[in-house]
């Protein structure tokens, strides 16, 4: 069963653009992963941020998380044609992680 | 660091034929995991090994599904009796006992039952 709800399912925006999509999820958890799938292949580690932080930088890429409304969002500044793809988050329940349960994704397209 | 190569890439069969894939996990890693992905949907778990050790399998690996990793390297995940429903792309990844929580996904194999 799917763990998070991404939302919107689908975006589109004009390269340059900041893109945002949103994760909640239904559990307390450990940790909260963004992953990024270009299409017919596997899942790239993004970023990953603990329950007990609020924010996270890495490069273009910023993620929040809020355990109180379950939800973190993901923000990409400055949007390239590369970063066309589908973005998941998943969630870890037990301190080792021993398994990740994945959100329906946001299929981002980046118009040049 | 050659990444997670799972094999094949691709699949057709027929239902009722069973099929086998293989996953080779990055060298160091003793975490393997398999996912099944269908269009449109996020990856689900399906069963996961530390070392040989198979710990967990989803309510999703009904009687028909076998994962083994006998010597804890290499995976396969084997389906029998296979159903159009079983139609999806199969992911496997791998983390390190270090950085357990980073999980690193080959390419997949997509299977395609008629």
């Known amino acids: 069963s799917q763990q998070g709800e991404e939302d919107p399912q689908a975006l589109s925006i004009q390269e340059g653009e900041n893109a945002t999509m949103n994760c909640s999820y239904k559990?307390?958890?450990?940790?909260l992963q963004w992953y990024r799938q270009n299409s017919g292949r596997g899942l790239v580690h993004l970023i990953l941020?603990?329950?007990?932080?609020r924010e996270k930088h890495s490069g273009r890429l910023r993620v929040t998380l809020d355990t109180s409304k379950k939800s973190s969002s993901l923000l990409i500044t400055a949007s390239r044609a590369a970063d066309t793809a589908s973005y998941f988050c998943?969630?870890?329940?037990?301190?080792?992680?021993?398994?990740?349960?994945f959100g329906t994704g946001t299929r981002l397209t980046i118009i040049p | 660091d050659t990444g997670v190569s799972q094999d094949p890439r691709h699949k057709i069969t027929k239902r009722g034929q069973n099929v086998t894939f293989r996953c080779d996990p990055i060298s160091e890693h003793n975490r393997l995991y398999w996912y099944r992905q269908t269009l449109g949907q996020g990856p689900e778990f399906l069963t996961y090994f530390q070392n040989e050790a198979q710990l967990e399998k989803s309510r999703l690996l009904s009687d028909r599904f076998s994962a083994e990793r006998p010597k804890g390297s290499f995976s396969t995940l084997e389906i029998q009796r296979t159903e159009q429903g079983d139609s999806a792309m199969y992911l496997c990844?791998?983390?390190?006992?270090?950085?357990?929580?980073?999980?690193?996904f080959g390419s997949g194999t997509q299977l395609s039952v008629l």
């Open positions: 941020i603990r329950s007990n932080e």
């Open positions: 998943a969630t870890g329940l037990n301190f080792g992680n021993e398994k990740l349960t």
């Open positions: 559990t307390s958890i450990n940790n």
């Open positions: 990844a791998s983390s390190s006992e270090r950085n357990n929580e980073k999980l690193f």
